[in-house]
């Protein structure tokens, strides 16, 4: 069984920055081999509503959204199974619950988030 979990939320203020993780255990073959992701469920949002943040796939390239790009960094380190979301000058319009996932053949794998909340 494939688990992620994330880590490094928290509350910071505008302009603040933080960086979260995602670690991965389990029945995984390689974490290597994967390309990985993140998305953000708003506060607001229906339960399955998620927002991709950005990815990187298993060679390290790496896209973002609009709205996290030149803001956002997306990292992972093999060695420790664990992919990273340093984020900065942070706004209010990114506080949610970020989510990291991957998918292996058919099946997607989701994290249970860890919560970003940021002040005005």
């Known amino acids: 069984q494939v688990q992620l979990v994330e880590s490094g939320g928290a509350l910071v203020q505008t302009g603040g920055s933080l960086r979260l993780a995602c670690a991965a255990s389990?029945?995984?073959?390689?974490?290597?081999?994967?390309?990985m992701a993140w998305y953000r469920q708003a506060p607001e949002a229906p339960e399955k509503t998620r927002e991709w943040?950005?990815?990187?796939?298993?060679?390290?390239?790496?896209r973002y959204s609009n709205s996290a790009r030149g803001r956002f960094t997306i990292s992972r380190n093999n060695a420790e199974d664990t992919m990273y979301l340093a984020m900065n000058n942070l706004r209010p319009e990114d506080a949610g619950m970020y989510i990291c996932?991957?998918?292996?053949?058919?099946?997607?794998?989701w994290g249970q988030g860890t919560q970003v909340t940021v002040s005005s």
């Open positions: 943040v950005g990815s990187i796939t298993k060679d390290g390239t790496i």
């Open positions: 996932t991957f998918a292996s053949g058919n099946t997607q794998f």
């Open positions: 389990g029945d995984m073959s390689t974490f290597a081999s994967y390309a």
